[in-house]
C-alpha cells in the first residue's frame, strides 16, 4: 500500500486554493500477512470436522423408543453442543487480532469523518434556513401584489358599473418560486426537495389502524405471570434445556 495523497483528492475543494493540501502517509501495511491461512485453519478444525459428521450421522439414525436411547440421544445432544463451543471459542481466537486492526482503522476513519459530518450537517441547516428566507420574502411580495390587484379589480368593478359595462378581469400575480438548485465548479449540486412527514404529539389519540401490539410489553408481562390479555393467545409450551 503506496502513500495516499489526501491533498490530491480534495483538489479544487474547500479551503484557500493557495494553501497547500495535506498529504497523509499511510504505513505499508498488508493485513492479509498477518492472517492465519485459511489451509490451517481447515486443517486446525479437521478433528473436529469429523466428530461433526459421526454426531450427526448418529443423531439423524437414532431411534428414541427407551430410556436407554433416550440417554444416547441426550448425550449425542451434549456433545454437539461442546463441540460448538469449542469451535466458537477457537473461532474467536483466531479472529481476535483481525478484528483489533479492523476495529483501529474505524476508529481513525470516524474521528475524521466525525467533523467533517458535522461541518455538512450545519453547512446543510444554514442552506435550508436561507431558502426558506429568500421563499417568505417570495410569500410576503407575492400577497402585497395580491392586495394591490384585488383593489385595482374593485376599482375598475365600480367604474364599470357607473358606466354600465362588464369589467375586465385583473389577473392574479403569481410570482414563482425561486430556484433552489446550487451547482459548484468541484461538481457538487446543491438543491431542495418538499416531503411530508408525520410527528406523534398525542398518542393516545391515534387511531387503532396506525398501531401495533408490542410482542416485547407482551411477552415481559406473560413472564411476570399475567395469564390473560384480550386479542392474545398465552399458552405453556415445553422445550428441552441441557447442562454439560
Known amino acids: 500500500m503506496g502513500e495516499i495523497n489526501l491533498g490530491a483528492a480534495l483538489k479544487n475543494g474547500a479551503g484557500d486554493p493557495a494553501e497547500e493540501k495535506p498529504t497523509t502517509n499511510v504505513a505499508a501495511f498488508n493485513p492479509t500477512t498477518a492472517l492465519v491461512p485459511i489451509d490451517k485453519i481447515r486443517a486446525d478444525f479437521e478433528e473436529v470436522m469429523k466428530s461433526a459428521f459421526y ?17 444416547h440421544a441426550v448425550s449425542l445432544i451434549g456433545d454437539a453442543k461442546r463441540f460448538i463451543k469449542i469451535i466458537d471459542k477457537r473461532q474467536d481466537e483466531i479472529i481476535e487480532a483481525p478484528n483489533r486492526w479492523v476495529k483501529a482503522v474505524k476508529n481513525i476513519a470516524a474521528s475524521l469523518v466525525k467533523p467533517l459530518q458535522e461541518a455538512a450537517n450545519a453547512g446543510t441547516f444554514k442552506l435550508s434556513n436561507y431558502n426558506t428566507k429568500v421563499e417568505m420574502a417570495r410569500r410576503e411580495a407575492e400577497k402585497k401584489a395580491q392586495e394591490a390587484a384585488a383593489k385595482l379589480q374593485a376599482k375598475i368593478n365600480k367604474e364599470a358599473e357607473r358606466k354600465g359595462v362588464e369589467a375586465p378581469i385583473v389577473p392574479t400575480p403569481i410570482i414563482p418560486q425561486a430556484d433552489t438548485t446550487t451547482k459548484t465548479d468541484s461538481g457538487t449540486t446543491a438543491y431542495e426537495v418538499k416531503r411530508w412527514i408525520a410527528v406523534i404529539h398525542r398518542e393516545a389519540e391515534i387511531p387503532r389502524e396506525y398501531c401495533e401490539p408490542s410482542m416485547k410489553l407482551i411477552n415481559e408481562a406473560v413472564r411476570n405471570g399475567v395469564r390473560t390479555i384480550p386479542g392474545v393467545e398465552i399458552k405453556e409450551v415445553a422445550e428441552m434445556r441441557f447442562r454439560s
Open 55 to 71: 454426531i450427526k450421522r448418529d443423531i439423524e439414525a437414532l431411534e428414541i423408543v427407551d430410556d436407554e436411547t433416550k440417554t
